[in-house]
């Protein structure tokens, strides 16, 4: 008995201790989902980039408002000459990395002078390739030379990948990760602990929290279940899990704009669909508002209009467009098919819903006498035989910033145009919208260009879906946005 | 007796060789190949044909087969595509920590389900016994993911006596993954318990009834030196297969209960490898699971040949 007694005391002693501990010291727990299997590294423009964790490590030159609008991060000014080729960044003084080096002009030069590098592979490569060179006028100001005009440049350096490395520290930064942000680097091991810690000396303020720690838990229940029993602070979720946590006080769910989104491509090279009209009567009988309620629910996404820019981009065309059967009946009609048209759609289980988008769509088309023939393609091998090579096909992306998603897709021969469509007038609208430094007039530009999509493109776009994440009751200062919106210094743990 | 197990040792090895080629073919006959299905989106042009090339994609399939077999022969497993690594690297901590857990299952399972098997068959029909193998007929029947997930809401969220999933590195001290493993080996000892039970009591109830514990009744032995004696370990000795067999269910468990735990071990790589479409690791592991389950039978046989004199007499 006397035994017991003093087991019982000794840990209830320990959970004392452990309470205190945790009252002392605020640790925000998280999970990676391993999605890169263990290669997850610390080298912000890796195509196996830590993401979770580069967030808190690293900092922007420029970063978005609530808005999604260019604000100043590590860059407290640009400006740029009449032609957008030459744009003078102004830099924050006193900023220090963790290794107590300053940052200056010289790091900026370095680290985006090093995205073009080959060998690296980096995925950011294509998407900022029009930068020439870096000079450096004085520690406090770079000049970034462009080899051809871009007015979008600091949208473009807005991207969550451009964070600033120390000059030279190319070989190294993979694993050490050092940056300039809120946190530093404890330790990392990304299949297993990866712990940060408050880097007391961030130019921002110090961070409320004192240390984030990261587990990696590939599976989404298991990750579900370490919120449930208080091993997290923070995770994201699918649809499925809304219901596990909506009801519970201990958690708070947050839903908010993302942009990744199912699309049907027709291929604007492929007979039928050569004719803008078949396209178009292809998209627009669809009831968009009802596909999404039942593919997400009601609240868990943003309808659109073929529109493959996120929602809340500043560029996102306000469009409107209501279920039109009649309208796509006629257009059928003038394009030859009065009695309705036998078309074949390609899916696969590649992501959940990828099925049931082409199911719903299947339905929605049959009422005005779009006979779809759905084929179940094997996953292994979908991008590989199916998609760009059948007619029509299921696609599936993660959001991306209309400058490069509209290019990346859409522009005449680029690599990833999934519908092959070729229009010189939209490609011009694209180039100029690069060279407009008006930002009202750049934003009216990418806005036609998606109008002209939604007119005679080739891919079907009703909705995007949003992110959902939960977080538990004392988590404050996180907003419902997107990851890199998160300004993680101001994040606190406030027990209730 | 040694000729027996030479034979039996040879016919597991014929039975490795067959399922090291079913794993291979099996792959081999799914659309695309290993560098397709790993690269998926990006898998086209230079960057597909470079990635054949590394991985030798380009030979014939018997050639690629012996190029594998042999190097498997000299331990080496491949170099995991994903994660860039030699397998052997992977997967050795990872099966440690597999073997812990499902070491701590059965040292929480097998003693457990012995006792209660051994009560239950001498208690017949009797309060204990149907209370016992009721309770054993819902722990098989319940899936590992759903006695799992109530293990982790009643002693983790409930009551917050353990922690919910576990969150150690697979490098982890071994004394640390142990105490980690416990909820996982719970989950696991359940069902294995609930086999080997109904296993030892059908078996006891047997003996009770063979001629010798008659025989050992009417010369007067006490009873308590019958059951001891004369029924438990005539009783125990079938039960050596059973546990032997009952390795193939761990093997399938531990792939469902890592996952829901998070438990670093090889059925949350195999998980994983799959979600990646890391072929060459899932080969691997594949065939890991494979000799698992071949040599432990192999080394429940000797035992029961060891252990039983009856079964070296026979031979056909």
Known sequence: MLRFVIAAAVISGAVTFTAAEAAAEKVFRRANDLSYGGKESLDPISATRFYEVNDMVYSRLVRQDDNGEPAPELATAWTSNDTATEWTIALQSGVTFHDGSAFDAADVKYTLERIKDPALESPLASVLDFIERVDVVDPATAKIVLSKPHAGLPLLLMDYRVRMIPEGSGASIATTGIGTGPFKIESYDPEGQTVLVANEVYWEGSPKLDKVVFTAIPDSEARNQAMMAGQLNFNTLTLDQIPQFKDNPAFSVQNYPAGGWFGLVFRTDTAPYTDARIRKAMRIPVDRAEMMKLMVGEGNGVTGCDQPVKANDPFRAPLDCPPDPEGAKKLLAEAGYPEGIDIEVHTADLEPGMVRFAEVYQQQAAKVGIRVKLTLAPSDGYWDDVWMKVPAAITSWSARPADQILNEAYRTGSAWNESYYANSAYDQILDKARATLDFAGARALYQEAQRILFEEGGTFIPYQQNGLRVLTRDVQGIKPLDEDYIRWHLVDLIPK | ?316
């Open chain 2, 1 to 316: 007796m040694l000729g027996l197990i030479v034979r039996r040792a040879a016919s597991s090895l014929f039975t490795l060789i067959l399922i090291s080629v079913v794993v291979f073919a099996g792959l081999e006959f799914m659309p695309g190949d290993a560098c397709t299905a790993h690269l998926g989106r990006d898998g086209k042009g230079a960057v597909l044909e470079a990635c054949r090339a590394r991985m030798g994609l380009d030979a014939p399939p018997v050639k690629r087969f012996t190029q594998w077999a042999g190097d498997i022969l000299r331990g080496e497993l491949g170099t995991s595509m994903q994660r860039e690594k030699p397998i052997t690297e992977i997967v050795g901590w990872r099966l440690r920590n597999t073997l812990v857990l499902s070491a701590v299952a059965a040292l929480i399972g097998i003693p457990l389900a012995v006792l209660l098997g051994i009560i239950a068959g001498l208690r017949r029909d009797r309060l204990f016994d149907m209370a016992a193998s009721g309770t054993a007929l819902v722990a098989m029947t319940i899936p590992e993911f759903v006695s799992a997930t109530l293990l982790i809401l009643v002693f983790a969220v409930g009551l917050g006596w353990t922690a919910g999933v576990v969150t150690i590195g697979y490098k982890a001290p071994l004394l640390e993954m142990v105490s980690a493993a416990f909820l996982p080996a719970v989950v696991l000892s359940m069902v294995l318990a609930a086999h080997i039970m109904r296993m030892v009591r059908a078996s006891v109830i047997d003996v009770l009834k063979s001629d010798f514990v008659l025989m050992a009744r009417l010369k007067g032995v006490p009873q308590q030196q019958i059951i001891w004696r004369h029924v438990v370990p005539n009783s125990l000795l079938p039960v050596i297969s059973v546990i032997g067999l009952t390795v193939a269910w761990l093997l399938g468990g531990v792939v469902i209960v890592e996952s829901v735990f998070n438990y670093p071990g090889l059925g949350r790589l195999a998980v994983d490898a799959v979600g990646d479409r890391d072929l060459p690791l899932v080969q691997a592991i594949a065939l890991l699971f494979g000799i698992t389950y071949v040599v432990t039978n192999l080394m429940t046989d000797i035992a029961a040949l060891l252990l039983n004199p009856r079964l070296r007499t026979y031979r056909a």
